[in-house]
Protein backbone atom coordinates (compact mmCIF):
# COMPACT_ATOMS: atom_id res chain seq x y z
CA UNK A 1 0.00 0.00 0.00
CA UNK A 2 1.02 3.24 -0.39
CA UNK A 3 1.10 5.80 1.97
CA UNK A 4 1.48 9.39 2.03
CA UNK A 5 1.59 11.87 4.67
CA UNK A 6 1.08 15.87 3.91
CA UNK A 7 1.69 18.34 7.30
CA UNK A 8 -0.03 21.35 6.48
CA UNK A 9 0.46 24.28 9.14
CA UNK A 10 2.48 22.30 11.17
CA UNK A 11 5.90 20.76 11.55
CA UNK A 12 6.83 17.13 10.09
CA UNK A 13 6.79 14.21 12.79
CA UNK A 14 7.94 11.14 12.84
CA UNK A 15 6.09 9.57 15.67
CA UNK A 16 2.56 11.37 13.98
CA UNK A 17 3.38 10.10 11.10
CA UNK A 18 4.45 5.90 11.89
CA UNK A 19 1.28 6.05 14.78
CA UNK A 20 -1.03 6.84 11.58
CA UNK A 21 0.51 4.36 9.52
CA UNK A 22 0.18 1.91 11.91
CA UNK A 23 -3.95 3.05 12.79
CA UNK A 24 -4.15 3.28 8.39
CA UNK A 25 -2.74 -0.27 8.72
CA UNK A 26 -5.87 -1.94 10.95
CA UNK A 27 -8.48 -0.77 8.22
CA UNK A 28 -6.98 -3.30 6.15
CA UNK A 29 -8.23 -6.41 7.87
CA UNK A 30 -11.98 -4.92 6.09
CA UNK A 31 -10.86 -3.76 2.45
CA UNK A 32 -9.33 -5.54 0.01
CA UNK A 33 -5.65 -4.69 -0.47
CA UNK A 34 -6.01 -0.60 -0.70
CA UNK A 35 -3.75 0.60 -3.35
CA UNK A 36 -3.05 3.73 -1.45
CA UNK A 37 -3.75 5.80 1.62
CA UNK A 38 -3.37 9.75 1.63
CA UNK A 39 -3.37 11.75 4.91
CA UNK A 40 -2.93 15.32 6.00
CA UNK A 41 -2.52 16.62 9.31
CA UNK A 42 -3.29 20.42 9.65
CA UNK A 43 -3.40 22.65 12.09
CA UNK A 44 -6.06 25.62 13.29
CA UNK A 45 -5.77 27.73 16.30
CA UNK A 46 -5.88 24.99 18.82
CA UNK A 47 -8.04 22.81 16.73
CA UNK A 48 -5.96 19.18 14.84
CA UNK A 49 -7.67 17.69 11.79
CA UNK A 50 -7.03 14.59 10.18
CA UNK A 51 -8.19 14.34 6.79
CA UNK A 52 -7.57 10.26 5.06
CA UNK A 53 -8.36 9.26 1.85
CA UNK A 54 -8.07 5.74 0.81
CA UNK A 55 -8.03 4.37 -2.79
CA UNK A 56 -8.91 0.86 -3.42
CA UNK A 57 -8.49 -1.59 -6.73
CA UNK A 58 -11.82 -1.17 -8.01
CA UNK A 59 -11.84 2.55 -8.04
CA UNK A 60 -13.79 3.25 -5.06
CA UNK A 61 -12.58 6.08 -2.18
CA UNK A 62 -13.31 5.74 1.05
CA UNK A 63 -12.41 8.87 2.84
CA UNK A 64 -13.09 10.52 6.73
CA UNK A 65 -11.66 13.80 8.22
CA UNK A 66 -11.62 14.49 12.27
CA UNK A 67 -11.37 17.83 14.02
CA UNK A 68 -9.96 17.55 17.95
CA UNK A 69 -7.88 19.26 20.23
CA UNK A 70 -5.41 16.79 19.77
CA UNK A 71 -3.57 14.99 16.77
CA UNK A 72 -3.60 11.35 18.50
CA UNK A 73 -7.18 11.39 19.18
CA UNK A 74 -7.99 12.95 15.88
CA UNK A 75 -6.33 9.77 14.17
CA UNK A 76 -8.48 7.61 16.27
CA UNK A 77 -12.03 8.85 15.77
CA UNK A 78 -11.33 9.45 12.40
CA UNK A 79 -9.91 5.88 11.80
CA UNK A 80 -13.28 4.56 13.63
CA UNK A 81 -15.15 6.85 11.37
CA UNK A 82 -13.93 4.84 8.46
CA UNK A 83 -13.82 1.41 9.86
CA UNK A 84 -17.62 2.11 10.20
CA UNK A 85 -18.14 3.43 6.61
CA UNK A 86 -16.29 -0.10 5.46
CA UNK A 87 -18.31 -2.34 7.75
CA UNK A 88 -21.59 -0.82 6.48
CA UNK A 89 -20.12 -0.85 3.04
CA UNK A 90 -19.63 -4.58 3.03
CA UNK A 91 -23.12 -5.30 4.97
CA UNK A 92 -24.83 -3.61 2.10
CA UNK A 93 -22.80 -5.63 -0.52
CA UNK A 94 -23.71 -9.21 1.40
CA UNK A 95 -27.23 -7.35 1.36
CA UNK A 96 -26.96 -6.71 -2.52
CA UNK A 97 -25.66 -10.32 -3.20
CA UNK A 98 -29.07 -11.46 -1.47
CA UNK A 99 -31.73 -9.17 -2.84
CA UNK A 100 -30.64 -7.56 -5.77
CA UNK A 101 -31.13 -3.09 -6.22
CA UNK A 102 -33.58 -1.33 -8.50
CA UNK A 103 -32.65 1.49 -9.77
CA UNK A 104 -35.33 3.72 -11.72
CA UNK A 105 -34.21 5.49 -14.18
CA UNK A 106 -35.93 9.06 -14.46
CA UNK A 107 -39.42 9.43 -16.55
CA UNK A 108 -37.88 12.40 -18.62
CA UNK A 109 -39.05 12.20 -22.49
CA UNK A 110 -37.88 13.89 -25.24
CA UNK A 111 -40.91 15.71 -25.94
CA UNK A 112 -40.86 16.65 -21.79
CA UNK A 113 -38.53 18.47 -21.78
CA UNK A 114 -39.05 20.11 -25.38
CA UNK A 115 -42.14 21.89 -23.71
CA UNK A 116 -40.44 22.56 -20.77
CA UNK A 117 -37.59 24.64 -23.05
CA UNK A 118 -39.53 25.61 -25.58
CA UNK A 119 -40.83 29.10 -25.87
CA UNK A 120 -40.92 32.32 -28.24
CA UNK A 121 -37.80 31.59 -30.54
CA UNK A 122 -38.00 34.91 -32.62
CA UNK A 123 -36.42 37.42 -29.53
CA UNK A 124 -32.74 37.85 -30.41
CA UNK A 125 -30.64 35.88 -27.61
CA UNK A 126 -29.16 38.88 -25.03
CA UNK A 127 -25.69 39.98 -24.75
CA UNK A 128 -25.15 38.97 -21.83
CA UNK A 129 -26.37 35.68 -19.96
CA UNK A 130 -28.82 35.95 -17.47
CA UNK A 131 -27.13 33.24 -14.92
CA UNK A 132 -23.38 33.35 -13.84
CA UNK A 133 -21.48 29.97 -12.63
CA UNK A 134 -20.66 29.96 -9.26
CA UNK A 135 -18.45 27.42 -8.81
CA UNK A 136 -16.85 25.17 -11.36
CA UNK A 137 -15.23 21.72 -11.22
CA UNK A 138 -13.29 19.66 -12.79
CA UNK A 139 -12.40 15.56 -12.50
CA UNK A 140 -11.89 12.35 -14.27
CA UNK A 141 -15.41 10.15 -14.35
CA UNK A 142 -13.90 6.55 -13.65
CA UNK A 143 -15.59 3.86 -15.43
CA UNK A 144 -17.87 1.56 -12.89
CA UNK A 145 -20.87 -0.58 -12.88
CA UNK A 146 -24.00 0.98 -11.48
CA UNK A 147 -23.59 -0.86 -8.07
CA UNK A 148 -20.19 0.13 -7.75
CA UNK A 149 -21.32 3.66 -8.33
CA UNK A 150 -24.09 3.41 -5.53
CA UNK A 151 -21.56 1.84 -3.32
CA UNK A 152 -19.15 5.16 -4.00
CA UNK A 153 -22.13 7.31 -3.57
CA UNK A 154 -22.39 6.00 -0.08
CA UNK A 155 -18.92 5.75 0.84
CA UNK A 156 -18.12 9.27 -0.15
CA UNK A 157 -21.81 10.69 1.78
CA UNK A 158 -22.80 12.73 -1.83
CA UNK A 159 -26.15 12.76 -3.15
CA UNK A 160 -24.72 12.80 -6.90
CA UNK A 161 -21.96 10.93 -8.39
CA UNK A 162 -21.00 11.32 -12.14
CA UNK A 163 -19.29 7.88 -13.65
CA UNK A 164 -18.55 6.06 -17.61
CA UNK A 165 -20.78 3.38 -16.82
CA UNK A 166 -19.39 -0.22 -17.90
CA UNK A 167 -22.59 -1.57 -18.33
CA UNK A 168 -23.80 0.91 -21.03
CA UNK A 169 -20.33 1.38 -23.33
CA UNK A 170 -18.56 3.57 -21.53
CA UNK A 171 -20.80 6.54 -21.74
CA UNK A 172 -21.54 9.11 -19.22
CA UNK A 173 -23.83 8.95 -16.09
CA UNK A 174 -25.01 9.90 -13.44
CA UNK A 175 -26.23 8.07 -10.18
CA UNK A 176 -28.12 10.44 -7.16
CA UNK A 177 -29.95 9.66 -4.24
CA UNK A 178 -33.31 10.82 -4.27
CA UNK A 179 -35.19 12.49 -1.23
CA UNK A 180 -37.20 8.40 -0.47
CA UNK A 181 -33.94 6.84 -0.33
CA UNK A 182 -34.21 5.40 -3.08
CA UNK A 183 -31.53 5.64 -6.13
CA UNK A 184 -31.72 7.13 -9.80
CA UNK A 185 -29.76 6.46 -12.91
CA UNK A 186 -29.35 9.08 -15.97
CA UNK A 187 -27.88 7.52 -18.48
CA UNK A 188 -26.32 9.28 -22.05
CA UNK A 189 -27.88 7.86 -25.05
CA UNK A 190 -25.20 6.17 -27.47
CA UNK A 191 -23.89 8.50 -29.61
CA UNK A 192 -24.61 7.85 -33.66
Same mark, same amino acid.
Given at each position: ?19 ? +? ?7 ? #? ?6 C ?6 ? +???H?V ?9 L ?8 E??? $? $????V ?6 Q?? +? ?28 ? $? ?11 ? #????? *?????A ?8 I ?7 Q *????? +? $? ?6 I??? #? ?16
Amino acid at each position: MQFSVVFRHMEPSDALKSYA +RERMDRVRK #YMPDPIGCHVVFSTE +RHNHRVDVNFQLHNGLTVAGHETTENMY $S $SIDLVIAKIERQVR +RYKGKVEEQRVRPHHVEPLPWSHSIVEEAF $SGPTTEAPPDHPA #YTVER *TESFHANPMSVADAIAQLNLAHQ *TVLVF +R $STEAEGRIAVV #YRRDDGKYGLIETPAMA
